[in-house]
């Protein structure tokens, strides 16, 4: 069965940091690009955040850019992502997704060649 699952989401006090971890099984993370979504209360989906797997390349939405940082483990077959300098503007429910697009760009996190998704971890970043 196929499966990705987020965890490590929580209540973090802004500025302070969390580490998401996209835990796949059923299929191999080197063979994909994880792409990290978030969605907050009454918004639209939004991505933030892709790696590249096979080649560690990686692209990140302007909105998380110097904050975030995406990393991968294929020995683990789980991906990270690692939150820094949290605002309240961050807190939302986080998903992590599996695409087979060739590389990481603006259309993956728009959605593109999206295959499987999990079910989300929520951040709440207090003020």
């Known amino acids: 069965e196929v499966q990705l699952v987020e965890s490590g989401g929580g209540l973090v006090q802004a500025g302070g940091s969390l580490k998401l971890s996209c835990t796949a099984s059923?299929?191999?993370?080197?063979?994909?690009?994880i792409v990290w979504f978030r969605q907050a209360p009454g918004k639209e989906r939004e991505g933030i955040s892709c790696i590249k797997n096979s080649n560690g390349q990686t692209y990140y939405a302007d909105s998380v850019k110097g904050r975030f940082t995406i990393s991968g483990d294929n020995a683990k077959n789980t991906d990270y992502l690692q939150m820094k300098s949290l605002t309240p503007e961050d807190t939302a429910v986080y998903y992590c997704a599996a695409s087979r697009y060739y590389y990481c760009s603006a259309a993956v996190l728009g959605g593109i060649g999206i295959n499987y998704w999990g079910k989300g971890t929520l951040v709440t970043v207090a003020a």
């Open positions: 059923g299929f191999t993370v080197a063979d994909y690009a």
